[in-house]
Structure formats: structure tokens, C-alpha cells
């Protein structure tokens, strides 16, 4: 798993199968990895669900529903439904 | 409770517990929280040959380092000894993963049982496991059943029986060794006294204590000298001790599945695209031809309704002899036809391209094919001095620049964040690719798409040198992040959900820009009517005197006033347009046109004769670049909270903008 972190660590964007690859193991075996280091606070998951707000520039109707963070959001109709239509898959980064 | 037998169900979150609950004790549970907690504390009992049971739910947490409150309670419970013998339940579909609870729990004396759950999912999946090997190996019993089924609970109460009576433990001899090869384990074992907390072997607390468990670290320092504190202290510092003890767990697991499952080996591979993606060459290359192609083909829905727009704009001429045959005021006519139908058809014109554009792009990201984009450009990233993760706001840019800032927040570097930002104001709005195709469309035809590409590389450019310019004063290259990207499935899009939210959009965007470009349009038609015979207009004065300057860039003062306009909005330039480009000249020549019966048939031909292809590259490439609007300017200095910096981006961005359209009018002089 050290080896893992490293890899983690150099700056360098990779998918869990591309790791796999360079590990000589399974994508299984690297996410249950992730999912310990996740847990334990050496890597954290980033948060994808941005506000991709209106059309265009000028801003929502209600300009405020998309600088308040999502959990509080009030989705404005013109915004990307934040969970609806997302298929970003799923980012982590190394703690520093 | 004494003559009671108390169970413990020990889990992962989504083990089943709660269903093994329910189904064993029925009615007889009572639901409270644990002292002092918000976590649920279930407790149950239920009668087995005659014997009474009493069980507790813990609570689903990943494992047992005090990492929660859910962690906490449940490795509390075990200590204080209420249970007398322990569930551990796991995944039976993924057990290399699900057994982690048990490796975690490894190290701990209260007897206990394994269960395997989900069989029916690992069935379907074509996992044979052995049970009687995993037993072998383990020193325990183990069940393999499907919590949902009671029929298939017989086999449970046996294997809780053995352990009860047997008080089975678990072996954890192997996984003990692998630890004592970890740097510091040893050293740390032998500094533990066993007894420290009950029901815990020394062992398990010394891999506790590499790990950097708070709680296993506090009981420790309070029962140990100061100076063997620091010991401690110093050995879990000198390592990444949850790295390596879970290294060894993982090994672990793998160890006992070894021979005890056998699994059909599925053979993963990139898919074809995905491996072109993801090619260390044709990756960017592929991507950035997706998305070219992703907008041509948001250009397609467009084009039939710019027509429809078209067609409305040639509205003015048959409006405007009707309304100077019932002899209405010539203010009135202009107004009505050179404001209200003459924006009215420009964002009729502009609206497909919001349309197109917002379907291209939702489905682009609901495909997953986004997702790709944002991997390939990691690298990318890095070089800029940036994280992989500025790729997103970049990417919500397209959609509209104030969600790319806003989306910035994910970034806790300032210097970073500015400098992302920065660089996302190059990246045209959703605005810009709509008002710039359509104009684009009017003055160069199917060169439409030749302009595209030319902006996308422009774009391209110009965030490389913008990085290159500001990141020296915000970033240091040494600050390097690692990124782990799963990228998503392809799939299918949402149809519904995606077609209401384009709709949507559509919808508020047309709202949005009625406003603007009415508005703009008014003032600047205001501005340039004459409302006293023969004198000349405010803005045909001002304009004339700036016009050396603005050719200079390539553009006429009406242009170049669009170009200032658009700073509010990319929408605000086509009001001026709309107010400038009217088909009359300015002062008294509405009125000559009117009686002459020269207005032209068509604007767009109209507009396309007035301005040279040159000026008209000029200027796209002037709004496209140009800053994004006052909202993103506002939300940009919201998020970075330096006016300085907003300012200094903001003058950038104008510059540049007018020099990209002289570089672009001297390009078009050479071209036409
Ligand atoms: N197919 C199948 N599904 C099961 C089985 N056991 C449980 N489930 C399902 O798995 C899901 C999770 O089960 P729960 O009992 O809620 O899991 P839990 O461990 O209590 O989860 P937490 O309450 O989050 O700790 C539920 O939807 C169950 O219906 C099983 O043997 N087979």
C-alpha cells in the first residue's frame, strides 16, 4: 500500500485501473485500498457536486441559489440538477 | 441478564445488520440512543432452544479505529465485555473488501463468529467460497447465508451455539507477524503492558497506536511514564503507520481467501474509447475533437431556428409602412422596429444556439464522457502550476463562467484559486457560444465553423499564457497533488431529466437576455436617436471622436461599443448592434430612409454589408474574450476576496481581448 501512495502522491492523475496495471493487481484490490486510506483521512474524496450555474453569465434568476453551498441549494431550474445529472465519476486527492 | 447470552452485531455499514436484527428478534427490540450520543442504539432478544438471547445492534462503521463517534461506542461496548460473543458480518459478493472489519477486529479476546452475508448476490456472481477452509484458518466459526431469507437461519444458531460454548477466538497469529515485520511494531509492543484496555491484546493496541488511533494514544498517555510517551510518540511519528497496518491487513485477507474462494477471474480491460482516451498522446487530440464535434452538432438544432429568428427580424419593414400609413410618430416606429422586433429577432436567433449548446454539453457529461475530458487535462493542470481538480471549474466555465468561479471553492490553495479562476474567465461562457456562433453565422456563413476552431485554439493559448503571467506570483511549482480519477461508466443520458433541464435553461437564459438586450438596446437607441432635427446624437459625437482609436483595433466605433457592452453580458452586444445597425444612418437619415423606402429587407444582410469581415473577426474575438460579465466579476471577487487581484484580472482580460482583435483584424486583412 505504500507503493500505492506513492503513486498517489507524484502529481500525476491516474484511474484505479491504471494503478491496478502498475501495481500488478486487481481494480478491486485498489479500491478497497482508496476506500481504507479514505477512511483513515490520508486521501479525501473531492466534491464534484459544483454549482454549474445558468446559461449564461449574467447569472441565475435568483442569482444567490447558486453561490450557497449545495446542501443548502434551493436548485434554480436553469442550474445542472446537482444529482440528477452528474456522471463526473469520482475524484480523490492525497492529504497533504 | 446474567442466565442471557449477549450478542453483538459487528458490521460495515450495509452488512445487513439491521436485517439480521429485525429478523431474529421480531417485536422484542427497543430502540434508544447510546449515553450521551446521537448514534440509534437497537437492542433485541430472542429465545433459541430454550436458551435466551440478548443482542445488540452496534453501529455500521468502516472499522474500528476511533476515526467517529460510531467507531467509538462500538469498541467501548466490546471492552466493557456486555457481549459475549460477537457477529462480525461481511460481504459475502466482496468479501476482500468486507472482511476488513475482521482483520480490524483482530487482536481483540471476545469470542466470536463470522458471517457471511449476501450469499445469494455472491451465488449470482459466481463466487464459490469455502466455508470449512475459512474456519480452518480463522479458529472461528462461519456462516454463509442471506440475511433476508430465514430459512436459512438454522445454520446461523449453530454457529452461534459453537462459539458461545466454545468461546471461539479469533487468529490473529498471522496477522501478527505480518505487523512485527512493520518499522516501529515491535519496539511499540513491547512498551505496552497487556491489560491497558480490557478485551484488547497488546497487540492490537500497539498497531492502534501506529495508526494514530486518538483514543488508543490517550489512554496511553495516560497510564504511561512521560518519557515512554514520547517513545511512542516518536515511533508512530517517524512512519505512516495506517499505510502500513493496513498493508498487512489487506495482505491478510488475501492470505485466508486464498484457496478458501474461488471466483470466476473477470478479465477487466479499457474499452476501446476509453483506451484512446487515456492514450498518453492521442488523449488530448481525441478529446479536444470531441468536444469541436460535440459543438458543430449543437450548431445543427441552430441553424433552422436562426432562421425562424431571421424571419422575424424582416417583420420591421411591412411593421413599419403599416405604421407610418396610420400615421404613428416616428419615435414610436423606430422604436418599436428598430428596438423591441430587431432584438427580439437577434435572441430568437441566439436561442437555438443556447438550446444546442446546453443539450451538447449536459449530454457530453451525463455520457461520462466529461469526466474524460477533465482526466486527460490533468496533466495539463500540473504543468500550469495547478491542481487536476481546477479542471472542473474550467469545464463548468463553458456553461457559465460565475459556476466555474463558484466551483473554484474545491481549491483550498488561494494562490491556486485565483489563478484557476483567472484562467477560467478565458474559458467562453455559455453566452459567448451563443452570441458567437450566431454572429459568426451571419457574417461568415459555414466559415462558422472555422471561427469555432480558431477560438477553441485561441482559448487554448491563451490560458497557457495567462497561467505562464500570473502563476509566477501565485504558485509554486513544487506543490504537487496526486489525483485518483475512477472515471465513470458511459452510459446512457437521462432523457427526461436532461431534456427539462435544456428547457429550463433555454427558458431562463430567454428571460434573462430579453432584459439585457432590450435594455442596452433602449439606452443605446436613445442615445443615438436625434430628437432635434438635424442635430447630431450624443453617441454618433462620442463615436466619431474615439473612431482612430478603436480602428486601431480593428473595429468601428459601433463595434467597439458593442465590445464595451459585452463586458456586462455577451448578450449586451448584440443591443448595441440591434440599436446601432439599424439600417438608417444616424441624425437625419431615418427620416430621408423612411421617405426613400431604402431600409433593407434582411438585417442580418444589412449588417453583414456594413461591417467588413475583418471588423467582424476582429470583434467576435474581442467579445469572446473579452471578461465574462459583471456577475462573474462579482463572484470572482467574492470568492477570491482581493480587489486588487479581481482588478488586475479584470484589466487583463480587456487588454488582451483588444489585442487578440487587432491580431485577428490583421489576420482577416490578410485573409480578405
Ligand atoms: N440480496 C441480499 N440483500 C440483503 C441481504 N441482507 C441484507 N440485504 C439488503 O442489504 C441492505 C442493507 O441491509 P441492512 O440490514 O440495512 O444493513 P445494516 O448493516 O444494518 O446497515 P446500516 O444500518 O447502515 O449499518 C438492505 O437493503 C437489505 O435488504 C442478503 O442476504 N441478500
Known amino acids: 500500500m505504500d507503493k500505492l501512495l506513492e503513486l498517489l502522491k507524484d502529481g500525476h492523475a491516474r484511474t484505479t485501473f491504471m494503478l491496478a496495471k502498475e501495481l500488478h493487481t486487481t481494480s478491486d484490490d485498489i479500491k478497497r485500498k482508496l476506500e481504507y486510506m479514505e477512511n483513515m483521512g490520508i486521501i479525501k474524496r473531492v466534491a464534484i457536486d459544483m454549482p454549474s450555474c445558468s446559461g449564461s453569465c449574467s447569472g441565475c434568476v435568483s442569482y444567490d441559489s447558486c453561490t450557497v453551498p449545495s446542501d443548502e441549494k434551493v436548485n434554480c431550474p436553469s442550474c445542472m440538477p446537482s444529482q440528477e445529472l452528474l456522471n463526473m465519476g469520482e475524484i480523490w486527492e492525497v492529504v497533504k | 441478564m446474567s442466565n442471557k447470552t449477549t450478542i453483538a452485531l459487528l458490521g460495515q455499514p450495509n452488512a445487513g445488520k439491521s436485517t439480521l436484527f429485525n429478523a431474529l428478534t421480531g417485536m422484542n427490540q427497543h430502540v434508544g440512543n447510546w449515553p450521551g450520543k446521537t448514534v440509534e442504539k437497537k437492542e433485541g432478544s430472542f429465545t433459541h432452544n430454550k436458551k435466551e438471547y440478548a443482542i445488540a445492534d452496534l453501529p455500521g462503521s468502516y472499522s474500528l479505529t476511533a476515526n467517529s463517534d460510531e467507531e467509538v461506542i462500538t469498541r467501548d461496548f466490546i471492552a466493557s465485555g456486555n457481549a459475549d460473543v460477537v457477529c462480525i458480518l461481511a460481504d459475502s459478493s466482496q468479501l476482500e473488501r468486507s472482511l476488513f472489519m475482521l482483520a480490524d477486529y483482530a487482536g481483540i479476546t471476545v469470542p466470536c463468529f463470522l458471517l457471511l452475508n449476501m450469499a445469494d448476490i455472491a451465488k449470482e456472481k459466481g463466487k464459490n467460497i469455502d466455508v470449512k477452509a475459512l474456519e480452518d484458518k480463522l479458529k472461528i466459526p462461519v456462516v454463509l447465508l442471506s440475511a433476508n431469507n430465514k430459512k436459512e437461519y438454522k445454520s446461523f444458531y449453530e454457529a452461534l451455539e459453537k462459539a458461545v460454548t466454545n468461546k471461539t477466538c479469533l487468529d490473529s497469529s498471522r496477522l501478527e507477524d505480518a505487523y512485527s515485520n512493520l518499522e516501529g511494531y515491535n519496539e511499540l509492543k513491547a512498551m505496552i503492558p497487556e491489560g491497558v484496555i480490557s478485551n484488547y491484546s497488546s497487540s492490537w493496541i500497539a498497531s492502534k497506536a501506529l495508526e494514530n488511533d486518538s483514543v488508543v494514544l490517550a489512554k496511553l498517555e495516560n497510564t504511561m ?448
Open chain 2, 225 to 672: 511514564s512521560a518519557d515512554d510517551y514520547k517513545k511512542v510518540d516518536d515511533i508512530r511519528n517517524a512512519v505512516q503507520g495506517a499505510v502500513l497496518t493496513g498493508g498487512a491487513k489487506f495482505a491478510w485477507i488475501d492470505e485466508i481467501l486464498s484457496g478458501a474462494v474461488d471466483s470466476k477471474k473477470e478479465n477487466v480491460s479499457l474499452g476501446k474509447l476509453d483506451r484512446i482516451y487515456t492514450h498518453k498522446f492521442l488523449g488530448k487530440p481525441a478529446v479536444i475533437l470531441t468536444i469541436l464535434l460535440g459543438l458543430i452538432m449543437s450548431f445543427i438544432p441552430a441553424i433552422p431556428i436562426m432562421g425562424v429568428g431571421m424571419a422575424f427580424g424582416s417583420l420591421r419593414v411591412p411593421v413599419a409602412e403599416a405604421l407610418t400609413s396610420i400615421g404613428a410618430p416616428d419615435v414610436i416606429i423606430s422604436l418599436l422596429c428598430n428596438v423591441v422586433i430587431q432584438s427580439l429577432a437577434f435572441i430568437c436567433q441566439m436561442l437555438g444556439f443556447v438550446f444546442g449548446v446546453t443539450l451538447i454539453f449536459g449530454m457530453l457529461e451525463e455520457i461520462g464522457i466529461m469526466a474524460r475530458v477533465s482526466y486527460v487535462f490533468d496533466n495539463t493542470m500540473a504543468k500550469l502550476g495547478l491542481q487536476g481538480k481546477s479542471v472542473m471549474p474550467f469545464l463548468v466555465s463553458f456553461g457559465c463562467t460565475m459556476g466555474g468561479t463558484a466551483g473554484s471553492r474545491v481549491i483550498e490553495n488561494w494562490g491556486q484559486k485565483v489563478l484557476t479562476i483567472a484562467l477560467a474567465w478565458a474559458v467562453p461562457c455559455g453566452a459567448a457560444w451563443s452570441v458567437v456562433p450566431m454572429l459568426s453565422t451571419i457574417f461568415f456563413g459555414n466559415g462558422v465553423f472555422v471561427v469555432i476552431v480558431a477560438i477553441l485554439i485561441t482559448m487554448l493559448l491563451h490560458m497557457w499564457i495567462t497561467a505562464k503571467i500570473f502563476g509566477r506570483g501565485l504558485v509554486n511549482a513544487e506543490n504537487k497533488y496526486g489525483m485518483i480519477m475512477e472515471l465513470p461508466p458511459y452510459h446512457k443520458p437521462k432523457w427526461g431529466a436532461l431534456f427539462r433541464y435544456v428547457l429550463g435553461r433555454t427558458k431562463d437564459t430567454f428571460l434573462r437576455v430579453v432584459t439585457v438586450v432590450m435594455l442596452v438596446c433602449v439606452v443605446f437607441w436613445l442615445l443615438s436617436y436625434s430628437f432635434v432635427e438635424g442635430s447630431e446624437p450624443i453617441l454618433f459625437r462620442i463615436g466619431t471622436a474615439i473612431e482612430p482609436v478603436t480602428k486601431f483595433f480593428g473595429m468601428s466605433w459601433e463595434l467597439f461599443m458593442a465590445f464595451i457592452a459585452s463586458s456586462v453580458g455577451k448578450e449586451g452586444a448584440l443591443g448595441v448592434i440591434g440599436a446601432l445597425y439599424n439600417g438608417q444612418n444616424f441624425s437625419g437619415a431615418f427620416y430621408e430612409a423612411m421617405g426613400g423606402g431604402g431600409v433593407a429587407e434582411n438585417l442580418n444582410e444589412l449588417l453583414a454589408a456594413n461591417v467588413s469581415k475583418p471588423q467582424a473577426l476582429a470583434f467576435i474575438f474581442a467579445i469572446t474574450f473579452n471578461m465574462p460579465c459583471v456577475v462573474a466579476l462579482a463572484s470572482t471577487y467574492q470568492e477570491i476576496h482581493s480587489a486588487k487581484w479581481t482588478a488586475k484580472i479584470a484589466i487583463y482580460y480587456t487588454v488582451v481581448a483588444l489585442i487578440l482583435a487587432m491580431i485577428a483584424y490583421h489576420v482577416g486583412l490578410l485573409i480578405w
